[in-house]
T-cell receptor, first 109, second 113 residues
Framework: GQNIDQPTEMTATEGAIVQINCTYQ??????LFWYQQHAGEAPTFLSY??LDGLEEKGRFSSFLSRSKGYSYLLLKELQMKDSASYLCAVMDSNYQLIWGAGTKLIIKP | DVKVTQSSRYLVKRTGEKVFLECVQDMDHENMFWYRQDPGLGLRLIYF???????EKGDIPEGYSVSREKKERFSLILESASTNQTSMYLCASSRTGDINEQYFGPGTRLTVT
């Protein structure tokens, strides 16, 4: 079966760095997405990786290792507004998105 | 600015009622999707559409149907609502292309009593 695993909840301190991991087992691979979802709001796109390596976008970076079925989202200089759920999703061989359950990130002052 | 809108943010219906959830996108996207989101579970795909009048079943289509008569509008229908359909329903759209990033509407929280 297809499976996406990510931690349920993480806590970090304002100004610090946090890494949210995602491991996947899917039938085929056509890219991995990270979305941010604030409570009660729609998910919004953060990043897309299809090749191995690190993609940096401001305070956020996303890493992919296809051979290990592994990705992480790195958030630097954490701000209170980064408190949200972070969703990992993999596009399979049929170009369908398989979603993880999301990681709730709590930022403390 | 990219926009996906959904007809209601909150809806309360009774068991057995027919429920219509509407979604409209203004980006001329070919693809539209309906998901439900429940605590502790990832987004689960109910139905999707790659073109007008075209629909495909997702992972959990039972108890639902859809309609896409116009490119910008994708409707989700619960023929006879049941309590286990109480959930957050999210509509999304994307264009056909390299990245296929999906844009989401604000969601409809449906409660079936």
């Amino acid at each position: 079966g297809q499976n996406i695993d990510q931690p349920t909840e993480m806590t970090a301190t304002e100004g610090a760095i946090v890494q949210i991991n995602c491991t996947y087992q899917t039938s085929g691979f056509n890219g991995l997405f990270w979305y941010q979802q604030h409570a009660g709001e729609a998910p919004t796109f953060l990043s897309y990786n299809v090749l191995d390596g690190l993609e940096e976008k401001g305070r956020f970076s996303s890493f992919l290792s296809r051979s290990k079925g592994y990705s992480y989202l790195l958030l630097k200089e954490l701000q209170m507004k980064d408190s949200a759920s972070y969703l990992c999703a993999v596009m399979d061989s049929n170009y369908q998105l398989i979603w993880g359950a999301g990681t709730k990130l709590i930022i403390k002052p | 600015d990219v926009k996906v809108t959904q007809s209601s943010r909150y809806l309360v219906k009774r068991t057995g009622e027919k429920v219509f959830l509407e979604c409209v996108q203004d980006m001329d996207h070919e693809n539209m999707f309906w998901y439900r989101q429940d605590p502790g579970l990832g987004l689960r795909l109910i139905y999707f559409s790659y073109d007008v009048k075209m629909k495909e079943k997702g992972d959990i289509p039972e108890g639902y149907s859809v309609s896409r008569e116009k490119k910008e509008r994708f409707s989700l229908i619960l023929e006879s609502a049941s309590t286990n359909q109480t959930s957050m329903y999210l509509c999304a759209s994307s264009r056909t292309g390299d990245i296929n990033e999906q844009y989401f509407g604000p969601g409809t929280r449906l409660t079936v009593t």
